[in-house]
């Protein structure tokens, strides 16, 4: 079996060692050959896989290099080629359905069939003929103003059906329902509406002989993650959606999530759900009777919360017994894991053995998987696993797909997450972080010194942060920077009672939490507890903005794209998070009492506002606002604003800039120490 080695980069780091004494030097102001462009340029999103007609591997890959362009790619068909691009320039694979987007493409055999982001169309494509041009399957409407998402084919009627969000009457409040697209029609046809009336829907999935077809819907005020409902209708002969039953979730007395529904090859209706012991596990639906049954139970999840659309997080496989298996992923406690289910009989679990210790989506190809996965040590990329005939072992493990093929050529500096279980400010209960220490092998800091320390916020904030090789990290540690990312309560990952920690609670338990990580690496003697930062994006700039509102721990801030005021957010955001608040904070009052943006005579430490100009997520105006106030309480502060960016950056340039100016804003205001790079700083109103 080929596999990633444990930790390549402490051999190396050993023999630099050996070749020169390390350079004494303040913690911050190191040399690191990881510099913003480096980190920029290897930052390549994965949007999904899938495996052709012919066995290859597709994958949707996010290229900073040209503006965050969606791109298809096939893997060679011999070794030693380059891999293909599918996607014509002219073209960009994404759709923008809740925003958020996710399911992206699909591919059926020679066809892919693909959501363009400047238009939002779906167009449908030859991956062997690609000297034919896409072709649109989708009306235009005169702008990217209705999306699709999460489609499959239905052969039966030669169609598509997919997810539609439509935002011609209303871009905060969109109309979703599934439809079907005509495959057959020279001439491009309005969709027809297989499914509606409920705010949202996800996962339409149609069963071998596509008479039946399942989905999941929710409604307002729940989030997909709080209550969701699974829903199969049959298809008449005219392709008809009509005597649809909801097959779980509907019982007011009994609170879950359902995600994932999927057909085995013998007809039989799998989802994921977290009814039976507060975690996502896997089901099925005993058409018979009637009734839902569990098919492995572990405190563990095996999905992740539905923000995008196409996840798919277990497979059916066949051994050559004929048993009938699952191939899933689950995490538990930090780390994910590899396993194959026997589903019928005992029910067993098979734990495979790989590099990989985080895991998201699996395909499955011909003998064998492809999974998508990263480690401490190695960035994300696509494995083929290749199983045994009895498919309990691993036979090989190779790397097909990665974010940054050659990063690990830089391996001596990166420095591996420990993962820290700290008290919080409810007796009893504890959180997690992952804590990144300094590292860098030609330079060390006095025995006095403790390293100044960056804590992050994760988005969601109904998320996770994994301890996986993140490069943005990398750039921080390799310098001198102590680093922890925090799975405050109210993070996924470990169970729904863990989940709902936040439920009332935004603004007050990711905040204490937070505090309590700071002081729990303060005490434990690993960092300055007079050089601590904090950092967020979005719902994490947002904890970042209300600690340094309503907390006295840190002594500097950074928030990108992060919301200031809560009541604002509820009047602009998107239709999909436009009720998350209600069951996070609570109604006006509660907004208002914990939004920064009312607040500002409680900053005292400076801050540096990140954001995007077309952000509809959260707005431009959010993080104006909070400037302008600091600005007039006379504050240091600094706004970078990015034209052309949404919610998140996506251009090579823009997270590059970001990365050097956070960085050298906080060592100039709290580092006591000069940074080694050539960056020019931007002006800081009230300091320069």
């Known amino acids: ?124 494509q030859s991956i062997t003929s690609l000297d034919v ?103 008449s002969e005219n392709g008809e959606i009509h005597k649809s039953t909801c097959i779980a979730g509907g019982d007011p007395s009994l609170v879950e999530s359902i995600t994932e529904p999927k057909w085995s090859p013998d007809g039989e209706l799998f989802f994921i759900t977290d009814r039976e012991n507060g975690f996502w596990n896997l089901h099925k639906w005993i058409e018979s009777e009637n009734k839902v049954m569990p098919v492995y139970s572990l405190d563990a999840e095996f999905t992740r919360p539905l923000w995008v659309f196409g996840m798919n997080s277990y497979e059916f496989i066949q051994s050559d017994k004929k048993k009938s298996l699952i191939a899933c992923s689950y995490r538990q406690k930090g780390r994910s894991y590899l396993g194959i289910i026997d589903y019928v009989g005992s029910s067993t679990i098979t734990v495979l053995d790989i590099p990989f210790t985080d895991l998201d989506d699996i395909t499955s190809g011909k003998n064998s998987l492809y999974v998508e996965g990263a480690s401490a040590i190695h960035p994300l990329a696509v494995a083929k696993v290749t199983l045994d005939d009895q498919k309990s072992k691993v036979v090989e493990f190779d790397i097909i797909w990665s974010s940054s093929s050659d990063i ?54 109904t998320s996770e942060t994994r301890g996986v090789l993140n490069l943005s990290i990398q750039y921080l540690t390799s310098r001198g920077w102590a680093y922890a990312d925090v799975n405050y309560g109210g ?120 954001q995007g100009l077309e952000d509809k997520v959260v707005p431009p105006d959010q993080a104006r606002k909070i400037y302008q106030a600091v600005k007039e309480k006379g504050v240091p502060v600094a706004i970078v604003e990015y034209e052309g960016e949404q919610h998140g950056f996506r251009k090579a340039e823009n997270i590059e800039f970001t990365l050097e100016q956070q960085m050298v804003f906080f060592a100039r205001l709290i580092g006591h120490f000069k940074v080694a790079d050539d960056i020019t700083p931007i002006k800081i109103d009230n300091f320069d």
């Open 408 to 461: 690990l050529k830089y391996s001596p500096y990166f420095s591996e997450p420990e993962l820290i279980e700290f008290p919080t400010e409810v007796p009893g209960e504890n959180a997690y972080a992952y804590f990144y220490p300094p590292s860098n092998p030609t330079y060390q800091a006095s025995q006095e010194e403790k390293p100044p320390l960056l804590l992050n916020s994760h988005g969601g904030p």
């Open 133 to 235: 041009p896409p072709i649109p399957l989708t009306p235009d409407y005169g702008g990217p103003v209705v999306s699709y998402a999460d489609g499959v084919l239905d052969a039966r009627f030669n169609r598509f059906v997919c997810v539609r969000e439509d935002r011609r009457d209303s871009s905060i409040n969109a109309t979703t329902t599934i439809v079907s697209i005509a495959l057959s029609s020279k001439d491009v046809q309005e969709p027809e509406v297989l499914v509606s009336g409920s705010d949202f829907y996800a996962f339409p999935r149609l069963d071998p002989k596509t008479n039946r077809m399942a989905w999941i819907q929710w409604n307002h005020p729940s989030m997909p993650w709080d209550r969701s409902e699974l829903w199969v209708g049959y298809a």
């Open 491 to 610: 993070s996924t990952g470990y169970g729904r009672e863990y989940r709902e920690r936040l439920l009332g609670q935004w603004g007050i338990v990711d905040v204490d939490d937070c505090c309590s990580c700071a002081k729990y690496l303060v005490d434990s003697g690993k960092v300055d507890g007079e050089r601590l930062c904090i950092t967020g994006g979005s719902a994490g700039g947002y904890t970042t903005l209300a600690t340094l509102a309503f907390k006295e721990t840190f002594k500097a801030g950074s928030s990108l794209y992060g919301i200031a005021d809560l009541n604002l957010l509820r009047a602009e955001t998107h239709k999909f998070e436009s009720h998350y608040i209600d069951n996070l904070v609570g109604g006006d009052k509660e907004c208002f009492e914990r939004s920064p943006i009312n607040h500002v005579d409680k900053f005292s430490c400076p801050i540096i506002l990140f």
């Open 1 to 124: 079996m080929a596999t990633i080695p444990t930790s390549p980069h402490k051999k190396k780091a050993s023999a630099l060692a050996a070749q020169q004494e390390p350079i004494t030097a303040p913690y911050g102001s190191w040399k690191s050959p990881l510099t913003a462009d480096v980190v920029s340029g290897a930052s390549k999103e994965l949007g999904g896989i899938a495996i052709d007609g012919h066995g290859s591997l597709i994958w949707l890959e996010s290229r900073p290099t040209e503006s965050g362009r969606g791109v298809l790619v096939r893997e060679p068909e011999k070794p030693g080629d380059e891999p293909l691009d599918i996607t014509p320039q002219e073209f960009g694979v994404r759709t923008v359905a809740q925003e958020y987007g996710g399911g992206d493409f699909t591919v059926s055999g020679d066809i892919v069939i693909f959501a363009n982001y400047t238009n939002q169309r779906l167009y449908r």
